[in-house]
């Protein structure tokens, strides 16, 4: 985020005199200030790739929450499924360490979106989120990631809750919200966590199932992520970052329906190949949405 970083000073400051010198501090704090206050292009351009890739590596973190959970019998207070959600969020926020450019917000800006766009999506009976059901409701999700991208680093990031729409009642409080999911982190990495002499005795492996041939459309966008890498790399961190009481496998799998799970009776966590697919398709309605002005939306969820 060089334009936010950098900041010139916007007077000729060759021959500073001493108010003229007070004047450029003046302007150049106001020019700070406004620059945090604007959102990096990067972060309102609508890019389907970096939406499916951004999405997909949250889902396997979310499921790779749901693992930790479940194979280092972690406490949890409050439903496992907002868990999950945290734990997804901080490891992928903390896995990009300092570079957190304006590509990095754009990426967690578009899983926030994901949310937003659940959450306008008119669904079938069988889809909708019901006020009873184990996960928050798709809007309570993407307040709660909106929250904590504003929360890592209030300073910097005046523009996200102007963008999201978050409330200012919930954006006073998003810093603790962050600083929470952070120490719980470090908790789990305290108590679980590998020391770099400790040898890896259990690792996650990573198996591809071919492709079903109503899915062939998609060839591209596995390829796709199969060449990134990604996948192999977040069951990488994993297993040399904690001390796991067995083998598992991270799965990419046919499943008939735009899911992702983990199943502790089988170790296995599986991101279906449909969900990669859904996420090309819902990309393409991220235009419009961004167009939607925050605040309007804001209303409409009190
Ligand atoms: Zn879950």
Known sequence: MASLRSPSCPLPCARPGRARVALCLVLLAATLAMATEQPPPQALRSDSGRFVAANAEFTLLHEMGH????????????????????????????????????????????????????WQRIKPAEEEVYAWASHGLDAQRFYNLACLIYGSDPDQLEWVPKVTGLPVERALYCDQEYAQVRKALAWVEQQHGRTANEPIRHRIQVIYEPLSQYLEDSQHLLAQI???????????????????????????????????WY??????????????????????????????????LCQACR
């Open 67 to 118: 693992l930790l959970i479940a194979e280092l019998d972690l406490p949890v207070l409050g439903r496992e499924e907002d868990a999950a959600d945290q734990l997804g969020f901080i490891s992928l926020f903390l896995s990009y360490g300092r570079q957190r450019d304006a590509d990095f917000y754009a990426k967690l800006l578009d899983i926030a979106d994901y949310w937003r766009l659940e």
């Open 226 to 260: 199969r060449r990134s890498g990604e996948v192999e790399a977040i069951a990488a961190r994993a297993s040399e970052a904690y001390r796991l009481p067995r083998d598992l496998v991270l799965r990419l799998s046919n499943c008939g329906a735009a899911d992702a």
């Open 263 to 296: 199943s502790r009776t089988g170790g296995e966590l599986v991101l279906c190949y449909e969900r990669l697919t859904y996420f090309h398709a819902l990309a393409a309605q991220l235009p419009r949405l961004r167009q939607t002005p925050a605040p309007a």
